[in-house]
């Protein structure tokens, strides 16, 4: 992932625009991303102009990597986004998946062996 290399030094506030440049993201994409994404919500000032703080573009490279490089759909990087944010990793849900597959063919073993006995 990218680091949020500013402009000036101390700054905290980021136009759209400069952020699009930052990250490669077109305003209208990130508009778009706006709305699928509750997170992904910068500040407006005073004459309804988006103020993204660094956090809101390290958010963007992440939502960025989901999307363009692993992948996800939309959803998929939402609920990515989320698991997260509760300490939840892909590899951890992977690992989950496998147990519940393979506890489930044990199961279906045992149910097969079951039915060759009564038939």
Do not use: C, H
Not at 48 to 69: A, G, P, S, T, V
Not at 75 to 86: E, T
Not at 108 to 116: G, N, V, Y
């Amino acid at each position: 992932m990218a680091v949020v290399k500013a402009d000036k030094p101390g700054k905290l506030f980021y136009k759209i625009n400069e952020v699009s440049r930052i990250t490669g993201i077109k305003p209208y994409v990130l508009r778009y991303w706006e709305t699928e994404f509750e997170s992904l919500k910068p500040q407006k000032d005073v004459n309804d102009q988006r103020r993204y703080r660094k956090e809101d573009i390290d958010l963007i490279y992440k939502i960025k990597n989901l999307l363009y490089d692993e992948r996800f759909t939309i959803a998929g990087a939402r609920k990515q986004l989320k698991d997260s944010r509760n300490g939840v990793t892909v590899n951890e849900r992977g690992a989950r998946i496998v147990a519940i597959s393979n506890e489930l063919s044990a199961i279906r073993s045992e149910l097969t062996e079951l039915l060759k006995l009564y038939a």
